[in-house]
């Protein structure tokens, strides 16, 4: 069983930056694809970037320039780096795991474990 906690959300306004972060359980966190998407009120949860085992990075296009995913496997942690906010960036954002040593994973169903998420919004 692997547990994620994110941080780092909260309220900023149009142009700024936050960082989240994720925390992992689990003594094989290197070998872990991670994943951070993010679900607005009634809308569909959404891929927002993604970094394979082997540290490889991509993200969807509405955050392309604007967002930065990274790792670092001697903390068990993830993060996302968001500048340039926007109000449209305002969701519950929910980092994501699979356990297997995997590259590209932009679905849901592609994950085994899911964080219970940290609210950002973005104040126009």
């Known amino acids: 069983q692997v547990q994620l906690v994110e941080s780092g959300g909260g309220l900023v306004q149009a142009g700024g930056s936050l960082r989240l972060s994720c925390s992992a359980s689990?003594?094989?966190?290197?070998?872990?694809?991670m994943g951070w998407f993010r679900q607005a009120p009634g809308k569909e949860r959404e891929f927002v970037a993604g970094?394979?085992?082997?540290?490889?990075?991509y993200y969807a296009d509405s955050v392309k320039g604007r967002f930065t995913i990274s790792r670092d496997n001697a903390k068990n942690t993830v993060y996302l780096q968001m500048s340039s906010l926007k109000p449209e960036d305002t969701a519950v954002y929910y980092c994501?795991?699979?356990?297997?040593?995997?590259?590209?994973?932009?679905?849901?169903?592609?994950?085994?474990?899911w964080g219970q998420g940290t609210q950002v919004t973005v104040s126009s």
């Open positions: 994501a795991a699979d356990v297997g040593r995997s590259g590209y994973r932009p679905r849901m169903y592609e994950y085994d474990y």
């Open positions: 689990g003594r094989t966190f290197s070998s872990y694809a």
């Open positions: 970094i394979s085992w082997s540290d490889n990075s």
